[in-house]
């Protein structure tokens, strides 16, 4: 068994335009090897990662304190303290975490750490592969990158 405290771990801070975060790893800060947990903080008005799904990971997300929404792929839905949401690991399980409120947004997102894994972003018309590790992990990679969804080539070419 490994424990940590939240309060004894750094934030990690991304700032990419609309899309403005902290985050703390806490699966990482214990070793975790096929569960993955994140404690993020969402100012108001921002946005998590660009909608995605993943193809071989579920994720849950479970909403701390605060108001925001989630985009997934059957519309918008609210979300407040208490709510807890299940995200298969299909195009069913898109979405991306709005802050719409007024303060700050804080949640958890717990993911199977599965691999090998391919995170589809249908707004961007790209994908991102993970082999070796998956996304979220900690180890080397043997394969990743993003691609274009439309760069298909014939087998034989």
Known sequence: MEKINESSLEWNE???GETAFRRKELASAVDADDLG????ELPAGMRSWPYHYHTANEEALY???GEGLLRAESGEEPLTAGDFVTLPA???GGHRIVN????????LMISTMNEPDITVYPEMGKFGLF???PP??????SLEGYYRLDDDVDYWE
């Open 14 to 16: 991304y700032d990419h």
């Open 37 to 40: 947990c994140s404690l993020y």
């Open 63 to 65: 909403v701390l304190s």
């Open 90 to 92: 299909n195009e069913n």
């Open 100 to 107: 719409d409120g007024e303060g700050a947004l804080r949640y």
């Open 131 to 133: 082999v070796g590790s």
């Open 136 to 141: 979220g992990g900690r180890d080397e990679r």
